[in-house]
């Protein structure tokens, strides 16, 4: 039975007192661990991460970052695109061999090995190497192809030496190809809608040209059509090329792959 009396009341008096001191130190350790980084108060609990700020994304003023990621996806399929096109001009030159029956699977054999390296060790090599060097190889294999094919001094030679800038191509854009569509993956997936976009588009422009070509230059102008084709080619991967040292000054995307390194280092620091 309750008894009113000086025992109770010291009873209750030693239990408010023990829930306010539970209270105040739950608090004192919420007000530990959850301590917001300001100008006077640097400390921190080891509890959560560093700091707790607000981060603010930077703007895609322009639309930079998202039309170099449309002309990336462009210019990964534009050379094969070229090639494809334009093989009754390399069938022409090389009278007795089938380039159109060969020539894919010096670029997809080898483009598909390059890629499976590029996923092993790719990490060994810079973004710059990986992206703008291959771009500006690319553009050169297509400035040498028309050379190459109308040139030499036999069909037999013709054809091998295609065959040879091809099997580079594909090494070349393996790489490529493999790092666009990494560097895309840190983007907001508009990004990677952009370089589908391009991808689709590399094979309907040069279409139409060829249409464009065959109605104005007429069927007897192969060289000359190749040419074009090959020179327009090599221009716009000379210009993915430079685009390169646009997109790594540009802060939208430098925030976004500032952000996936953090995120990666974090995953390591767990790991550990």
Aim: charged letters at 10%; proline letters at 5%.
């Amino acid at each position: 039975m309750y008894k009113d009396g000086p025992s109770a009341k010291g009873t209750l008096n030693y239990e408010e007192n023990s829930s306010s001191m539970l209270s105040n130190s739950m608090q004192n350790t919420i007000d530990a661990s959850v301590s917001v980084s300001t100008p006077n108060n640097r400390n921190v609990s080891p509890l959560i991460p560093s700091k707790i700020e607000h981060v603010f994304e930077p703007e895609d003023k322009g639309g930079v970052v998202n039309v170099i990621m449309l002309m990336w996806g462009f210019g990964v399929l534009l050379p094969w695109n070229a090639v494809l096109t334009m093989f009754d001009f390399l069938s022409d030159e090389m009278p007795g061999y089938q380039p159109a029956f060969v020539y894919p699977f010096a670029v997809n054999g080898l483009n598909a090995v390059t890629q499976l390296v590029v996923i092993i060790y790719g990490h060994k090599l810079s973004n710059r190497f990986k992206i703008q060097y291959m771009f500006a190889g690319a553009g050169m294999i297509m400035l040498a192809l028309p050379i190459a094919a109308r040139f030499l001094p036999s069909p037999a030679s013709k054809f091998y030496s295609c065959f040879f800038l091809l099997m580079c191509f594909g090494v070349i854009n393996g790489a490529v190809q493999g790092q666009v569509f990494g560097l895309g993956g840190l983007l907001p997936g508009k990004y990677m809608g952009s370089i589908m976009f391009g991808n689709g588009l590399s094979g309907i422009i040069m279409n139409l040209l060829r249409i464009i070509f065959i109605l104005f230059l007429g069927e007897g102008t192969l060289y000359l059509q190749g040419q074009i084709f090959f020179v327009i080619a090599a221009l716009i991967l000379f210009l993915c090329a430079y685009q390169y040292d646009v997109l790594i000054k540009n802060p939208y995307f430098m925030f976004f792959k500032n952000k996936s390194s953090g995120e990666d280092q974090r995953s390591k620091d767990l790991r550990v």
